[in-house]
């Protein structure tokens, strides 16, 4: 009698097994197909640094504090500010570099930074490999075009 | 339109009329038929292993809610011609201390040996190579060269994981040949003959066919079909995880590609015997009989696939008690079964 359950337990458990392989055969398949589609980033996803530009002047938001700069945990950011003789003695950076290989994305120069909405923030941009270190270096005109393409 | 036993009866007249006005002897005639049918069947195998690979590809993806492969073609259809021609390009190499005859000569007993299989299986009303009337003893024999090509393949290697596959294989084989014979008995019994046609005219009607008869019959016959042909849950012969490749682990090139279609043809042949002892071959209302026949092997392939992505591995101790202490007994049960009632 005992040989009979076991076998009829066993034949109900290959084919439980089998249906709920069957449900997932014809379920749809959840892989993303990576570069024809893309998860939609967070809003406040950290990818590369970028520096943001004032829409009305069409200048640079940076006011050259080099906050940024003392906090950064890896020294990833350098600059040199330059002052503005003409009119109220506006500071402004003469040089920026960020080197994305360096940066380690806490956020830090994002929160220190005191311009309104931020002169350096992360934007959800997260493709930028490179074949050289070099090419990660990123000087301020690029940092500030990337800004104006990406949120 | 789609009538393929007219069309090759016809092309086959007008070659002998052709023949017959050049005055070529009939031998010759006869040699150049059989050459033309040994290249049609081996070409329907190669497409057959072909679509087969990918086919498994993309079940087993989708089993696992994945994709499988996507960018060669259209859903990745062209893989396996990519794959092809990378194993044909690939350096085929033989280990220093291989037993170099018995290493060479194995892919290609097991490739000929799933290939002359193909002899009399009936892929459709009149689509048969030759109608033997032992048909089904002739298969169930020349399948058994599989496992004398996996020994000699694993002992050829001069590899301990390939030598541990081939034994594997060979006991495994060996067992599950038993009950695979029983179960064809039974089939044999009903329809009191040993060729594939008249078991395949025996089963006119759905009612009619055998696995209405003999239902505990194909299921003995499906599992050990599944173990003749080395799949999961029985594929403890090449089991990964602990013979790395199992037998053909020292194989590369066109010689590994050789087994890897042997598999697949042994696939589709285990399936086609089942369709034909079981499922009524080529028989079924409107469309043509290859088409009927194509589409009941191709859904028993899919059962096999299905079984392969569900089930897990037996053991070796398991495998083979599951063989000889309850399949055999099963079997017999089966056939004294149908010895009385039928």
Partial sequence: ?151 | MLELERLFKAVYLWLERISGSLGIPHFWFDLFTMILVAGIILAVMSIAAMFLVWWERKIGAHFQVRFGPMRTGWHGSLQLPADGIKLLLKEDTTPAAADKPVFLIAPVIIFVASFLAFVCLPFGKGLIVRDLNIGILYILAITTFTVVSILMAGWGSNNKYSLLGGFRSAAQIISYEVPLTLSVLGVVLLTQSLSMVKIVSAQEQVWNWNIWKQPLGFLIYLTAAVAEVNRTPFDIPEAEQELVAGYNIEYSGMKWAMFFFAEYTNLVLVCGVATTLFLGGWNGPILPSWIWFLAKTLFLIWVVMWFRWTFPRVRVDQLMAFGWKFLLPLAFLNLILTGLLA
């Fill in chain 1, 1 to 151: 009698m005992n040989i009979i359950k076991i076998t009829a337990n066993g034949i109900y458990n290959l084919i439980l097994g089998m249906w709920t392989t069957v449900k997932y055969l014809f379920s749809h398949a959840i892989t993303l197909q990576y570069p024809k589609e893309r998860w939609p980033m967070p809003e406040r996803s950290r990818g590369v640094v970028v520096l943001t530009t004032d829409p009305e002047t069409g200048k640079l938001k940076c006011i050259a504090c080099a906050m940024c700069v003392k906090t950064c945990p890896t020294s990833a950011i350098t600059m040199e500010p330059e002052t503005d003789e003409t009119g109220k003695k506006q500071r402004y950076p003469k040089v920026f570099q960020v080197d994305q290989g360096v940066c380690i994305f806490c956020g830090l120069c994002e929160e220190v930074c005191p311009v309104k909405e931020k002169a350096i923030k992360f934007v959800n941009q997260y493709e930028f490999s490179v074949y050289t270190k070099q090419e990660l270096i990123y000087d301020m005109e690029k940092l500030a075009e990337i800004g104006k393409g990406s949120k």
